[in-house]
């Protein structure tokens, strides 16, 4: 074998074996829930409208807004109504991660409850919340 090859081949499997070192520390867990995201615009009236069948599956739907560089977090509760929160985080602007009890911010580890008030800062206001109501089939947000 020539010394070239040899030594490519000698570094690819140098790369293989340390991506397979590293890149678990940084991979999503297989227990973490994909959840689908809804994709949406909104109108001339700021209204983000969505089907109301999005909630026959789940209570909770991740909306993505053309044009918005965070997503909303749409829960259908017990009672017909909604609750809608920008996935912005209060404190810098971070994207919010949703957990099994609200929201959490990776940046500086600031975490909200399923109504959107900070149960551990740094962030000291509530998330950005949103007014929704159902209109026949539909759920319209009001931006």
């Excluded at 749409?74 to 957990?99: A, P, R, Y």
């Amino acid at each position: 074998m020539h010394r070239r090859v040899f030594l490519r081949k000698s570094c690819q499997a140098c790369l293989l074996t340390a991506a397979g070192i590293v890149l678990p520390q940084f991979a999503i867990p297989a227990s973490a829930k994909k959840r689908k995201v809804f994709r949406a615009v909104c109108n001339e009236q700021k209204q983000v409208i969505i089907p109301a069948a999005l909630f026959e599956d789940s209570t909770l739907q991740i909306v993505s807004v053309k044009d918005w560089t965070y997503d909303l977090a749409v829960h259908s509760k017990e009672d017909g109504s909604f609750d809608v929160f920008l996935l912005k985080c209060t404190h810098h602007d971070n994207e919010l991660e949703i957990t099994e009890d609200g929201f959490l911010c990776n940046r500086h580890g600031s975490r909200f409850d399923k109504t959107g008030a900070v149960t551990e800062g740094p962030a000291g206001k509530p998330l950005e919340q949103f007014p929704a109501v159902r209109s026949e089939d539909q759920i319209i947000i009001t931006t």
